[in-house]
């Protein structure tokens, strides 16, 4: 069996949705389970309404509208039949969110997110599945809520593997004997029943994890490039199809911060052996990259970029050194304030990070650290990050930037940067 998973761009209109749907008639006659994503940007719009509603400032409703007008626009571009049951199907689905934001909020936020946010979901698996069955795909629409099991870390859920593998064993085969599936990705739910979600872009996660406990024989992750590239071509002009990666390769690349791929779906496929594409939607025939067990290293030199990095530089006020005692109470603030480090480095006496500027955490976890070291914060910064790199690509990338910190080993060199 193999599974599919569609992002966001690959849905992002009804032009896009048929597309979509023609691979998977492609492909209909094999065992096919197809995980998709919100609708374009509508995770965003999700996110940006939960703030508003859970600060009760900003106008949460007109975001509401935003995201059903751009719903109801895909599906009257889909169906000439607006009798069709699907209408009041997502009518029913805006409903449920109507429901909480007739409330003032009671809830924690990152609670309130996953109640809200997962909406995105299951609207445009709705969708998918009534165009797919429109036209003659046998399809069944499943709700990944209740397959994918999470402990209750809202905005950031935990995979109970043993509990997700038994139920997904239990029911799916059978269906899969004659039907397309489709269900969402991003999504899951508590042993109490409540929707988390597995982190931003956990789609492809989902995928895996799913792909995991069918022991698929490959996964497909479709995308608005023709496969992984050795750069993301919105930094550079000239990138390189890499048509072949190792698992190692491909968990690096994506801890670094290769967006092309959610850096938690590799280490369930590598377990199972499963052979992962990475192929276009736009060109179906391009054979795209496969990732799966190969002696063979990059081709060429890999670069990822992070921007808006801060860089954050930490020092004992008593002048005792960087030792374990400090470093389990800073990482434990880091944890505790969802701050992920990209690049740390420590001397004897100070030790520094480099994390995303995600805002009014950040202040929050300077206040607490202030509270036992010396900070200073610098803001603007970028991360540059070379797999197999050599001097004449440090070179080629840090031309008018100055080098604020340095890391190497035999494969990788990090280097954050200003520009001059
Ligand atoms: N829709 C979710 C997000 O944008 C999940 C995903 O796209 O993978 O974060
Ligand atoms: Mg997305």
Same mark, same amino acid.
């Given at each position: 069996?193999q599974v599919?998973?569609?992002?966001?761009?690959s849905?992002?209109?009804?032009?896009?949705?048929?597309?979509?749907?023609?691979?998977?008639?492609?492909?209909?006659?094999?065992e096919?389970?197809?995980?998709?994503?919100?609708?374009?940007i509508?995770?965003?719009?999700?996110?940006?309404?939960?703030?508003?509603?859970?600060?009760?400032?900003g106008?949460?409703?007109g975001?509401l509208?935003?995201v059903?007008?751009?719903?109801?626009?895909?599906?009257?571009?889909?169906?000439?039949?607006?009798?069709?049951?699907? %209408?009041d199907d997502?009518i029913?689905?805006?409903?449920?969110?109507?429901?909480?934001?007739e409330e003032?909020?009671?809830?924690?936020?990152?609670?309130?997110f996953?109640?809200?946010?997962?909406?995105?979901?299951?609207?445009?698996?709705k969708?998918?599945?009534a165009?797919?069955?429109?036209?003659?795909?046998?399809?069944?629409?499943?709700?990944?809520?209740d %397959?994918?099991?999470t402990?209750n870390t809202y905005?950031?859920?935990?995979?109970?593997? $043993?509990?997700?593998?038994?139920?997904?064993?239990? *029911?799916?085969?059978?269906?899969?004997?004659?039907?397309?599936?489709?269900? $969402?990705?991003?999504i899951?739910?508590?042993?109490?029943?409540?929707?988390?979600?597995?982190?931003?872009?956990?789609?492809?996660?989902?995928?895996?994890?799913f792909?995991?406990?069918?022991?698929?024989?490959?996964?497909?992750?479709?995308?608005?490039?023709?496969?992984?590239?050795?750069? *993301?071509?919105?930094?550079?002009?000239?990138?390189?199809?890499?048509?072949?990666?190792? %698992?190692?390769?491909?968990?690096?690349?994506?801890?670094?911060?290769?967006?092309?791929?959610?850096p938690?779906?590799?280490?369930?496929?590598?377990?199972?052996?499963?052979?992962?594409?990475?192929?276009?939607?736009i060109?179906?025939?391009?054979?795209?990259?496969?990732?799966?067990?190969?002696?063979?290293t990059?081709?060429?030199?890999?670069?990822?970029f992070?921007?808006?990095?801060?860089?954050?530089?930490?020092?004992?006020?008593?002048f005792?050194?960087?030792?374990?005692d400090?470093?389990?109470?800073?990482?434990?603030?880091f944890? $505790?304030?969802?701050?992920?480090?990209?690049?740390?480095?420590?001397?004897?006496?100070?030790?520094s990070?480099?994390i *995303?500027?995600?805002?009014?955490?950040?202040q929050?976890?300077?206040?607490?650290?202030?509270?036992r070291?010396?900070?200073?914060m610098?803001?603007?910064?970028?991360?540059?990050?070379?797999? %197999?790199y050599? $001097?004449?690509?440090?070179?080629r990338?840090?031309v008018?930037k100055?080098i604020i910190?340095?890391?190497? *080993?035999?494969?990788?060199?990090?280097?954050?940067?200003?520009?001059?």
């Open positions: 069996m599919f998973k569609f992002g966001g761009a849905v992002k209109n009804a032009e896009n949705i048929k597309n979509v749907t023609s691979i998977i008639s492609k492909y209909k006659a094999s096919l389970l197809v995980v998709v994503s919100a609708i374009d509508t995770t965003n719009k999700l996110e940006a309404l939960t703030k508003n509603y859970y600060h009760q400032n106008d949460f409703y975001l509208e935003e059903k007008k751009d719903h109801f626009e895909v599906l009257n571009d889909l169906f000439e039949d607006q009798t069709h049951p699907i %209408y997502i029913n689905s805006f409903v449920e969110i109507e429901w909480i934001l003032e909020p009671q809830d924690p936020y990152d609670y309130l996953d109640q809200i946010v997962s909406l995105g979901e299951i609207l445009s698996s969708i998918l599945a165009y797919c069955t429109h036209i003659g795909i046998a399809t069944k629409w499943v709700d990944a809520r %397959y994918i099991c402990d905005r950031e859920g935990i995979v109970d593997w $043993q509990q997700t593998e038994d139920r997904i064993r239990k *029911d799916l085969p059978e269906i899969l004997d004659n039907h397309v599936i489709i269900t $969402q990705g991003f899951g739910s508590t042993s109490e029943n409540f929707t988390t979600t597995l982190g931003r872009e956990g789609s492809d996660y989902s995928a895996a994890i792909a995991s406990c069918l022991n698929a024989e490959d996964i497909t992750i479709w995308k608005d490039v023709p496969g992984v590239l050795n750069a *993301d071509p919105k930094w550079f002009e000239r990138t390189e199809l890499i048509p072949e990666l190792s %698992y190692t390769d491909a968990i690096e690349l994506t801890y670094y911060g290769a967006t092309v791929i959610h938690k779906t590799i280490k369930p496929l590598q377990n199972k052996k499963i052979t992962l594409n990475v192929r276009s939607f060109n179906p025939e391009g054979a795209g990259t496969k990732i799966r067990t190969t002696n063979q990059l081709p060429v030199p890999s670069f990822i992070k921007v808006n990095q801060v860089f954050i530089n930490i020092l004992p006020r008593d005792s050194f960087i030792v374990e400090n470093l389990s109470h800073i990482f434990n603030l944890h $505790q304030h969802r701050c992920k480090i990209n690049m740390m480095h420590h001397s004897a006496i100070s030790f990070v480099s *995303d500027d995600t805002g009014e955490n950040i929050k976890l300077l206040i607490e650290l202030e509270k070291f010396k900070v200073t610098e803001k603007g910064l970028e991360l540059i990050t070379i797999r %197999y050599n $001097q004449e690509t440090i070179d990338v840090v008018n100055e910190r340095e890391l190497k *080993d035999s494969y990788t060199c990090q280097m954050l940067v200003k520009n001059i």
